[in-house]
Every structure is written in C-alpha cells, then in structure tokens.
C-alpha cells in the first residue's frame, strides 16, 4: 500500500480492534523502531498473541496442542471453532481465569508448560509445529523432544537474542508465539509478488497467515488460478519503504485477479483494466471474508462496483491491489 498518513493509520487500527480485547502492545511498539533497530533488540518488545474463535493458523495448532496437555483434547486443525472455544472456557474457568474463551497473556501464561530434552506429549508438539511453522525447522511434530528439537529450540533461542540453553520456558514460549510467519508460497494457491522492492517482506501474525492461507486455498480451488500476494512486512516488523500501515503483521496486499488468471504472471492490473475479472476478485474477497468473518477490518481497493456491495472499501492509490487488514 502506498504511504499512508501514520497517525491516521495508527487510530484507524486501534479502532478497528473488537471491543473488550483491549490494544495488543505490539501495536505500538513495534512501530517505534526500524527494522534495523528490530535485528538488534530482536524481540524485546514479544507479547503473547491475542487469540479468539474464528482464528486459524500455527498459534491456533499450538493452543490446541496445549490444551490437550492440560486434558482438554481437541483436533489440532488450526481452526478455533466452537469445539476448541469451549476447551478454552473449560479450562480458563478450571484456573481461576476470566472464562471469555480469550487466548490472552494470561490464558497462555497457564497453558505454557516447561519443557526440555527427554520430555514427551502435546506440549512438545506445540513447541515442535511453531518451530516449523515460524523458522522452517522441518521436525516431525511426534510429541518427542529429542536432539533434533533441541537444536531447533536453541537456534530459536539465539535467533530471538535469548539464553540458548534449550529450554523451553515462559520467556521463550512468549518470543515464539509472537514471532511472524513467513506466508507460504509454492503450493500453487498462492504466489509472492514484490512491486515495491521488498522481496522480503512477506511475513505477518501467525493469525493473518493462517487466515490467508485458508481463502487462497478455497479460491484456488474456483479454477481461477493462485493468488498473488505483496507486501506485508519484514520477519520482526518494522518500517518498510513504501508503506506505513505494514509494521505490525496484520496488513497484506494481495492482487486483483484476471480473466485468464495470469496474475502470477502477467504483472498487476487495475480494476479498469481489460482483463481484470470483477466476478473472480469478488469471489476472492468473499472468500477472505468468509475464511474471517470477525478477524478482517477491512479490504481498500477501489473497484466501485465492490465498494457498493460492501466488500471493499475506496483508498487513495489502491485500485490495483487489495489491502487486507486482519485483526
């Protein structure tokens, strides 16, 4: 997205957070320094993630692993549906929490058991598909913390500038769940597009991935070809040339589709364009809507004809690509 007024960028994301969920303090404090500060002071800023029903991706897979820990057996699909929200009330009330069924810093701090080598169960597999999920590890998620995992952890554990001692304490259980998720490419639902010069910059929250991930998928599957997706942000946030609402991993441009869907191929389009396919891009928005019905603040592009129906939302300079705001 192009630049943006900060302050306005800021209260617009601060308004858009669902009420009683409060302000994550990422949101302010990762915009506070550059992305050359964040490779220095790497993740003294890691909060723990705030997650609700309707969520998906690897922080939810982790939250259902746990759960199982603490005898609250879901599938660890890496869908916060109706099954896993009760697990999560069941066990907010079983210790003493507020039993909102909020993944919170609380609720996490409770379900984060210490681990190290030699242990077994869900526990480790939580640690084990973050891992993969968040530093491409390649572990079997087998519940078995063995040397592997070990060295996964303590490369995590210098990576994110802590004690490289290979346990996995409250400390490293919080830099873990914070850090982003590069968005995967390859798989033929979606592929990386990089206009501004940032080549790098495709990672956001473990939620934002995981949400995306499910709408490419389901669109894909329409015949309409994969979905190309730019900027989002740097691996630990930070300022990014062109942009000033992508800092915090919930903000992804992705682009509009074409009618012989070569959007992978054939370069960016505008909803003015021949052979822009208004159907397939409002199927697309449909899709990432309905992947997050209460996790998308918005969508800017500026086809008229979407704005009209409601999917969309008109921006200055976003009528050739579509700017997805997670919550």
Known sequence: MRRLVRIVS?????????????????????????????????????????VSKGNRGSDVVALQHLLTAHGRSVSADGVFDSGTHSAVVAFQQSEGLTADGIVGPATWSALAVTLRQGDNGPAVKAVQSLLDAKRGSGLA?????????????????????LGADGVVGPVTWKNLLWHYEKIGFGSG????????????AHWATGGAVGQLKAAAATFAATGNGALPVGDSGFEHGGDIAGHASHEVGLDIDVWPIRTDSAQCTAGRITWQSGTYDREATRRLVQEIRAKAPSHVTLIYFNDPQLISEGLTTSYPNHDNHLHIRYR
């Not at 409060?22 to 993630?49: D, E, I, K």
């Not at 519940?143 to 500038?161: I, K, M, N, Y």
């Open 10 to 50: 800021l209260f617009a994301a601060v308004a858009s957070l669902p009420v009683g969920l409060g302000v994550p303090a990422q949101a302010f404090s990762r915009t506070a320094f550059s992305q050359a500060a964040f490779s220095q002071a790497a993740f003294s800023q890691a909060a723990f993630p705030l």
């Open 141 to 161: 998620v087998d519940g078995a913390f063995g040397p592997g995992t070990d060295s996964a952890v303590r490369a995590f554990q210098s990576h994110a500038g």
């Open 189 to 200: 639902t979606m592929c990386a597009q990089s206009p501004d010069g940032n080549s790098d």
